[in-house]
Nanobody, 124 residues
Framework: EVLLVESGGGLVQAGGSLRLSCAAS????????IGWFRQAPGKEREGVSC????????YYADSVKGRFTISSDNAKNTVYLQMNSLKPEDTAVYYCALTPFSRETMDPGDFDSWGQGTQVTVYS
């Protein structure tokens, strides 16, 4: 069973930074992609970023492009989301998810496994 565990959320002032981690275990895919999604209260889930592990191809939502960076430590099966220049509108619960498709995708239906989420709160 795939297990995804997020960490690194917290409370930060606008303009600050946080690094989220997503530790993955329990699978034997040769290739996969990890996506980060977020959901704010009363809003729909939003795809933030995606990383295809084997190729390193990435995708970023326009709302975070230039501020967020997705990366991985393949030896640790961990994917990171470095979030800089945070804004109050970045406040949400952030989830990582895994898809066995080796392509950049932000379609939640492509992702089979989801973490429990980590809260990010940005105050002005």
């Amino acid at each position: 069973e795939v297990l995804l565990v997020e960490s690194g959320g917290g409370l930060v002032q606008a303009g600050g930074s946080l690094r989220l981690s997503c530790a993955a275990s329990g699978f034997t895919f040769d290739d996969y992609a990890i996506g980060w999604f977020r959901q704010a209260p009363g809003k729909e889930r939003e795809g933030v970023s995606c990383l295809v592990i084997s190729s390193g191809r990435t995708y970023y939502a326009d709302s975070v492009k230039g501020r967020f960076t997705i990366s991985s430590d393949n030896a640790k099966n961990t994917v990171y989301l470095q979030m800089n220049s945070l804004k109050p509108e970045d406040t949400a619960v952030y989830y990582c998810a895994l898809t066995p498709f080796s392509r950049e995708t932000m379609d939640p239906g492509d992702f089979d496994s989801w973490g429990q989420g980590t809260q990010v709160t940005v105050y002005s």
